[in-house]
Nanobody, 128 residues
Framework: QVQLVESGGGSVQAGGSLRLSCAAS????????MAWFRQPPGKEREGVAN???????SYAESVKGRFTISRDVAKKILFLEMNNLKPEDTAMYYC??????????????????????WGQGTQVTVSS
């Protein structure tokens, strides 16, 4: 069965950096739009960034310029490099996959319900 496993979360001071990874198993990586979502405490899940099979990306305005999404199709790994972290970035971060490979829209317009496969999440906590 398809499995997505996130890693790289942790606790950091404001201004710090983290690199999240999402390893996929039994998934034809190139055939999926991949994305990162996050869910802050007491709030709804929100889109952070997505990337299609050809490298086209989109970002939420709140993270644009600070976060970078990328993927290694051959190794079936999705990354999220987070720089200049802020307390408001504190959330559980989830990796998700949507078929087909063309995302077709900015992450800010994509409902979590569009994504069929999800990881268990990795916690990111940023202190001021």
């Amino acid at each position: 069965q398809v499995q997505l496993v996130e890693s790289g979360g942790g606790s950091v001071q404001a201004g710090g950096s983290l690199r999240l990874s999402c390893a996929a198993s039994n998934l034809d990586h190139i055939s999926y739009c991949m994305a990162w979502f996050r869910q802050p405490p007491g709030k709804e899940r929100e889109g952070v960034a997505n990337t299609d099979s050809y490298g086209l990306t989109s970002y939420a305005e709140s993270v644009k310029g600070r976060f970078t999404i990328s993927r290694d199709v051959a190794k079936k790994i999705l990354f999220l490099e987070m720089n200049n972290l802020k307390p408001e970035d504190t959330a559980m971060y989830y990796c998700a996959a949507h078929y087909p490979g063309r995302c077709g829209a900015s992450i800010v317009t994509m409902s979590p319900s569009r994504f069929k496969f999800w990881g268990q999440g990795t916690q990111v906590t940023v202190s001021s």
